[in-house]
């Protein structure tokens, strides 16, 4: 790496450096002048445009506390921003020998995600558990903490900004005509309960429409997808592109008929909303979501798509959303149209500008 000051470190031992709120944040701070690096997973050439980039391969789950550390060891900035409770920890032990502030940038309610993670069971469940409850802690005597929403913990800390995923504007593509086929969308990760195979039986039974998966397949649920894919008629009507940064992942949101977020029933989701909902709505997409509580108000209350009981029945019911406004193109043109309006509304300009307002001021502090 350089030898030129780093302002701010970016720090994780569990996100890929093309995750989108990293992304975010990161393009906030760089439009303030700052210099920022970010060490991290994945592929360098998928880090954020304007920062310099450290990258470890990912490893197995139990290798993230030793990635935490060499991570929060080699960063050279004066404030280290850690995006997850392992390199939390390990910024609030190194830290204070090189005089560095922390921020600790909260994406989820990491407790209750543990229980949508197949491999937080048992022994390494109860060791997960333990480090989430210790971070949390550590949190709220850190110097400056970013939460994605009102209900992410630590509710109690010593300077707290809630910091919601609200798209950047300069990552999406505008409004356009859609494609003669209909097309439905996916970015994220992709696993059961974040409603990858309902997605898959609701394009099996919407003939006609196309499905484009942008992210990572969660092992557990590989199996499955080539299950769905095998089917007949279903050759050729879904794409998987994997992991993308947000500029390019988002690319395939022009000429897309919607935005699908079919999230499954989980102490994880419950009170969510998917920064994917924002950023569908975002591009101007209608969308079709389960019956959870705050986005299926936000879409009934904008009149942005269709809400879909979530469950078993979620891909069926999706499915049958689907096919009707293939049949109806008015009805999908209103729901467009609404969602357009939503984002002319709503999308502000530069949505982290205050969370890098707060950053910057620790370096003056």
């Known amino acids: 790496m350089g030898s030129a000051p780093v302002d701010v470190s970016i720090v994780t031992s569990g996100h890929d450096v093309a995750d989108a709120r990293l992304h ?7 439009r303030r002048g700052l210099a920022v690096e970010v060490l991290g997973l994945g592929d360098a050439a998928d880090a954020p445009t304007g920062t310099t980039a450290t990258v470890r391969p990912r490893g197995r789950v139990t290798s993230r506390p030793r990635t935490a550390l060499v991570h929060a060891a080699r960063a050279r900035g004066r404030v280290l921003v850690a995006l997850d409770p392992d390199a939390l920890l390990a910024a609030r032990l190194l830290a204070p020998l090189r005089r560095r502030r922390v921020v600790a940038d ?52 010593r300077r707290r900004v809630v910091v919601r995923n609200l798209p950047d504007p300069a990552m999406l593509p505008d409004p356009g005509e859609p494609d003669p086929d209909p097309r439905a969308l996916y970015v994220g990760d992709a696993r059961a309960s974040r409603g990858l195979l309902a997605m898959l039986e609701a394009v099996a039974d919407a003939p006609g429409w196309t499905l484009d998966i942008v992210g990572p397949i969660a092992p557990r649920d590989e199996e499955a997808v080539a299950h ?27 000429g897309a008929w919607c935005g699908l977020a079919l999230l499954a029933d989980t102490p994880a989701f419950r009170e969510a909303v998917p920064s994917k909902l924002y950023e569908y709505l975002g591009c101007g997409l209608p969308v079709v979501v389960t019956d959870l509580a705050r986005q299926a108000a936000l879409v009934r209350g904008a009149a942005v798509g269709e809400v879909v009981p979530a469950g078993p029945g979620a891909g069926a019911a999706a499915g049958a959303v689907l ?19 939503w984002r002319a509304e709503r999308v502000e300009a530069d949505p982290y500008a205050g969370a890098a307002a707060d950053v910057e001021a620790l370096l003056r502090g």
């Open 24 to 30: 975010r944040l990161a393009a906030a701070l760089c």
């Open 106 to 157: 909260v994406h989820e309610d990491y407790r209750a995600l543990l229980r949508d993670r197949d491999w937080a069971t048992g022994a390494l469940g109860r060791a997960a558990a333990v480090l989430v409850r210790a971070a949390t802690r550590a949190a709220r005597t850190a110097d400056l903490v970013l939460v994605a929403d009102e209900h992410v913990p630590p509710l109690e800390a």
């Open 228 to 254: 769905w894919l095998a089917r007949p008629g279903m050759a050729g009507r879904v794409r998987l592109h994997g992991r993308q940064p947000p500029e390019r992942a988002w690319t395939l949101a022009r």
């Open 323 to 341: 096919a009707r406004w293939a049949e109806d193109p008015q009805a999908w043109a209103r729901a467009r149209e609404a969602a357009v309006r």
